[in-house]
């Protein structure tokens, strides 16, 4: 039985990789309804990588090599798909270079290889090949769906889907590394609230090329979809640095990374935000300066500790102030959200807004910062 299930998944495979043929003759006609059967294909495609993923789990069952090499298959001609859609739009047609598109072409090729890699590598040492995860599966059929925006021409529904598809592409490309260096025989792994500290120093380059997508300092003038990312960017932020301390001290992993790596992780995402602010012009020089100062005499003051072996554990304002910088930065990204006619005197509410929401953040954090050095007295009495 299991045989037939798997010949009967490989077949469908199969006929799944060469649905792909027609659609490469269909983008390249110029003629009515082409884009329509090309659309019709990729249907029938992302049907089939449903039934196969969640119907027939012919990934469960199906042998290691014949999985490692239809999966690279079938990544390759779904990037060669993408490639000509770039290339008939952005290029061929003489009009501006599609970005999202772009930068979807080369995240989908960094998965297809970061996925083969793994495979390959579990492989060599003989062990078993872990099922693709819920999200893996979500990236493959988000593709399809992106494939069929583009090629039916939705203007208004192709950032969206492709901007969903680059995070779920992203998450599934970072999980084969984090599948592979996680096993105790290659080396030692971090606990899971660790892993959710490391995520906001992984994520934060992300988000600075999420605020500046469009190359422009002005954020106003960004997509409304990178926007709403960079809010939910945000968002996340915060609920991993909630969570990390939280699972710590539920299940016991509070260790001596996790208590260094915790701050510099807050202040590695939260003075990249600041940045941003800066150059967008809604934080002034000499807050941004301010709060920079504060984080690094702060961390001064903790090295010095860990010196002399005095642990200087996280103090009620230090909490109070990442809460209030967290919510800053909610309100003023929240705040370029507001469409001018929605709110009453909005444009006027604006202009004074960020300005006085980073003034509150600079006066607690440079307060937070005077609490601690008070705390830290006998430390500072050794060098001073």
């Known amino acids: 039985m299991t045989v037939d299930k798997q010949l009967y998944g490989r077949a469908l495979r199969i006929i799944r990789i060469f649905a792909y043929l027609p659609v490469f003759y269909f983008i390249w006609q110029d003629r009515p309804y082409f884009n329509e059967l090309a659309a019709i294909n990729i249907s029938l495609i992302l049907l089939g990588a449903w039934y196969l993923h969640f119907q027939v789990r012919q990934q469960d069952i199906e042998k290691p090599y014949y999985q490692l090499w239809l999966s690279f298959i079938e990544g390759i001609f779904a990037f060669a798909v993408m490639l ?5 739009d952005s290029l061929l047609e003489d009009t501006e270079p599609e970005k999202m598109l772009a930068v979807g072409c080369v995240m989908l090729l960094a998965r297809v290889v970061s996925r083969t890699l793994y495979v390959l590598s579990v492989l060599r040492e003989g062990k078993l090949i872990k099922p693709n995860g819920f999200w893996s599966k979500a990236a493959t059929l988000s593709i399809n769906a992106t494939m069929m925006v583009y090629v039916l021409d939705l203007e208004h529904y192709q950032q969206i889907s492709m901007g969903i598809a680059m995070l779920l592409m992203f998450a599934s490309s970072i999980s084969f590394g984090y599948r592979y260096y996680r096993d105790p025989t290659h080396r030692k792994p971090l606990s899971v609230s660790n892993q959710l500290t490391m995520s906001r120093i992984v994520l934060t380059p992300v988000f600075l090329w999420v605020f500046f997508y469009d190359n422009n300092l002005n954020y106003q003038d960004n997509s409304m979809v990178f926007k ?18 939280y699972l710590a001290r539920k299940w016991g992993e509070v260790s001596t990374l996790g208590k260094y790596l915790d701050p510099f992780s807050d202040k590695i995402s939260n003075m990249t935000v600041f940045l941003c602010f800066l150059a967008s012009d809604y934080a002034p020089v000499w807050m941004v300066a301010l709060i920079y100062f504060r984080e690094a005499s702060v961390e001064t003051l903790r090295t010095l500790a860990a010196g002399e072996g005095v642990s200087m554990p996280a103090r009620r304002s230090g909490k109070w102030k990442t809460a209030i910088q967290g919510g800053g930065i909610l309100t003023i990204l929240v705040g370029t959200l507001v469409h001018p006619g929605l709110i009453p005197n909005w444009a006027e509410i604006w202009e004074y807004l960020p300005y006085s929401v980073m003034g509150i ?12 050095f008070v705390a830290g007295k006998d430390v500072l009495k050794k060098y001073v």
């Not at 709403?228 to 969570?243: E, K, N, P, R």
């Open 84 to 88: 000509c859609l770039f290339i008939r």
């Open 228 to 245: 709403i990312l960079a809010l939910v960017m945000i968002v996340a932020f915060m609920v991993t640095d909630f969570l990390d301390g």
């Open 361 to 372: 953040i600079t006066f607690v954090t440079v307060a937070s910062g005077i609490d601690y």
